[in-house]
């Protein structure tokens, strides 16, 4: 006879249930935790597909600076153009600060920086209170065809070839595109600007080729890769200038304290 009483299989019925239930949930939170693992090995691997892509094509479209056959013979290793006390192209001056200067010639707030302290560049670098470094490079318009890339490609042929007329074609350029600045120009109107600077007329006329095309590329892509967002970028001895540079006189107080830090 047996002992099971209807309370007693109720009970182990609800029991059953419960465990039924459990095992079900357990179940489900497996089939979850696994479905996370390869939800997320899966945007992992997405992910690095996308880095190596991305990776692949930059190295591709954006020569390192080291790889260039063809370099501005006055330019540094790491693609500025420095002046020092002679005023041209590829001198410097030892045991100073160095200001690096990251200009696209279309950007506005460049000419801005170009008109307001353009006497104060030459008077740092002639003086031998500072090496001045320009960066040319294509920011906006990396394009082959872009004015940023084709004034670029002519400040590079410049400091090459006339290097004494290498900071009068700064000015010249920025000049041309009237006092707001990002104006783009023709290859007339370069050759007009370099003309206007003293650039000799067989310098000017090799403008148009493009043996520093890949030079200022790898210029663009090792300045963003040194963390240049934009333009006009301002560093003193490696840093970002404190101050406002807008301002007459701040430049040279920069330069004055990296030069007593």
């Known amino acids: 006879m047996s002992s099971t009483t209807p309370a007693n299989a109720k009970q182990e019925r609800r029991d059953a249930a419960r465990e039924k239930a459990r095992k079900i ?12 693992i390869l939800i997320i090995a899966g945007v992992v691997a997405f992910v690095a597909v996308v880095v190596v892509a991305l990776y692949s094509i930059l190295s591709q479209s954006d020569p390192q600076l080291d790889e260039v056959d063809s370099a501005p013979s006055t330019a540094l290793a790491t693609g500025g153009i420095p002046v ?26 460049c000419a ?16 031998g209170e500072a090496t001045i470094v320009y960066h040319p490079i294509a920011i906006l318009d990396g394009s082959d065809t872009g004015f940023p890339m084709r004034a670029a490609q002519a ?16 000015v010249a350029v920025f000049a041309a595109q009237g006092p707001e ?44 890769e040194d963390g240049v967002s934009g333009t006009p970028t301002i560093r003193i001895d490696g840093e970002d200038m404190g101050g406002d540079w807008q301002q007459p006189g701040a430049l040279e107080t920069a330069v004055a304290e990296a030069a007593g830090a």
């Open 112 to 127: 801005v920086f170009e008109q307001t302290n353009a006497e104060a560049l030459d008077t740092l670098a002639t003086s």
């Open 181 to 224: 600045g990002g104006v783009p120009l023709s290859d007339e109107q370069i050759a007009e600007a370099a003309l206007s600077a003293g650039v000799p007329q067989e310098v000017v006329d090799s403008f148009g080729g493009d043996a520093f095309r890949d030079w200022v590329k790898a210029s663009t892509a090792q300045a963003t």
């Open 155 to 170: 400040a590079a042929v410049v400091a090459d070839q006339a290097p004494e007329q290498f900071t009068a074609f700064n």
């Open 84 to 109: 020092g006390a002679s005023g041209a192209a590829g001198s410097e001056n030892e045991d100073v600060p160095v200001v690096d200067i990251y200009l696209d010639y279309q950007c506005h707030w």
């Open 25 to 36: 949930r357990e179940a489900q939170q497996r089939r979850e935790k696994r479905n996370r």
